[in-house]
């Protein structure tokens, strides 16, 4: 037998299992994009969460209670409060960048004039996961829209005489 003869089906053999090879890779390729598509096609799941942990609940309940002519909006979007300065049309890049930084932001409450629907303070209600650094910046754009932020510790929430105080000038 010549040596032609012998590497002639040792090759169809090589070509055959490169051939199945490829075959089998985009067979399993195509078996995973299928799955792929039929878990995104399976419909997606919800649960209900709290809006308000239940010192913030009572907490709301403690500014009701000492202003009642105010409305309280609690877990408010930062960006149903504050827009970037510039337009949209001007710099759609740095408007993007600027609303990025406080789209996803909430603030504790909003205490709102019940008539005019001004907004007369923000208000944060800080615990040891509040970082200094982070609320002195949330701040100060809050403070440049215009705003006053009036910050409490959750351990040592005012009373509403207090409350008021702050947020009214009276008592």
Known sequence: MSTASTLLPLAAIGVAAIGGFIFISKLKAAQQ????????????????????????????GRLEAAVPELRI?????????????????????????????????????????????????IIELDDKTHDADKDAKRDAMLHSAGYKTVRWNSK?????????AELLGTS
Do not use: H
């Not at 799941?45 to 942990?53: E, H, M």
């Not at 877990?75 to 740095?94: D, H, R, T």
């Open 33 to 60: 994009q299928q799955a792929e598509e039929e878990q995104d096609n399976e419909p997606l799941s919800y649960k209900a969460k709290p809006i308000l942990t239940p010192n913030e609940l009572e907490f709301l």
């Open 73 to 121: 909006c609690p877990q408010v979007s930062m960006g149903a409060l504050l827009e970037p300065a510039i337009s949209k049309k001007e710099n759609g890049k740095k408007w993007l960048a600027t609303r990025g930084t406080f789209k996803q932001k909430m603030i504790d409450f909003v205490a709102m004039d019940r008539k005019t629907g001004a907004v007369i303070a």
């Open 156 to 164: 040592n929430k005012p009373d509403t005489a207090t409350i008021r």
